[in-house]
């Protein structure tokens, strides 16, 4: 071969690798754009497109057991996280293909940028689902379930599932870009004048709850005293702690934390309407105090600092013990600080309360 024709050789060896270089780039762009839309158009046959194409690839590596799983989509923005975290665990641990609910997906994709494939409805409802009800800690028996068709039910969260894979499940949660730069403006305003801010995400949860823990669980929520202990251990730690504090009972926490500091935030308006928001807040943030509650637990878990949480919030014979274990609950590496029951227990000694309906089991 002449010198010309090696050289032009190498120039178009060059000139093929770019392109694709560049196509392969844009097939990234492509899938970003994809998920951004809305999951329905784009299910001509059941399956989102580029979300499965993605599962072959995977697949190509590793043959996985025939049929497919999925999980049920209940409650709000904790729960659904927790359902998609079990769903995708316990699929990859059995080697079955997993898919989401439209359900989920409703409530998932506006805010992550989740990787698993959306079963359209029509699809969802011919299949002859076996359901397994999970309870919240895993176990041995779902090392090894055989089943085709299962659709996982129930309210798990727990650590358990999933820790073993947690850069994986925290890529499965992460922030679409917009919301992490319209977090991060927000953040900045908070910080204000300070050159060495520390962000302390608080959630406060109230609502139903207020109502629900001491009634039906015989438990409390966390209280003024609690969430003082819980700030005065970050002000002592770091030099400029700001606290930005999330609740869908704003108005409590108006009247119950000390502003005096000047170091408290209170954000939004604490009517629910904006979950996200108020979640992606909390994630950014560096730590979080948690009070109780699912919503809590992913902010923590994926904020990824240092966690303090409400421990033993419930009386020795709660039935929330049942459904809830502390220990694979909150992380070991969180920090408890225990509950006051002694408003319950003073409660519970002077009227004999009625026996607490049992009114949710979501735990939200
Ligand atoms: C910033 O604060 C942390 C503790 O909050 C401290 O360890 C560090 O030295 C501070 N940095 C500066 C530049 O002051
Ligand atoms: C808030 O804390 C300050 C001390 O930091 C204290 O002087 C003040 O009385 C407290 N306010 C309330 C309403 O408890
Ligand atoms: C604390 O959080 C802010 C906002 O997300 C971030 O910019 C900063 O790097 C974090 N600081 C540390 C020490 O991780
Ligand atoms: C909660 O109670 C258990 C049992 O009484 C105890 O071992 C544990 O230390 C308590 N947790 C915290 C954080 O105080």
Redesign the pocket.
Known sequence: MSQKGYILGVFLLGLFSLSVIFKFSKKQIGIQWEELLDASSMLSNGLEPEASKARNMICETKKKRDGIWTVWSRGRLGNQLGQYAALYALAKLNDHEAYIQQDTHNWLAPIFKISLPVLHRDTAGKIPWRNLWLHDWMSEEYYDIEDKYLRLTGYPCSWTFYHHIREEIAQEFTFHDFIKAE??KH?EQI?GTRKN???IGVHVRRGDYVQIMPKAWKGVLGDKTYLEKAMDYFRTKYQEPVFVVTSNGMAWCKENINISKGDVYFSGDGVESSPGKDFALLV???HTIMTIGTFGFWASYLAG?ETIYLANFTLPDSKFLKILHYDTTFLPEWIGIPADLSPLQYELANKEAPPGKTSSSTLG
Do not use: D, E, I, R
């Open positions: 977090t991060n953040l910080k801010a520390t962000f950014h943030c560096n600092g």
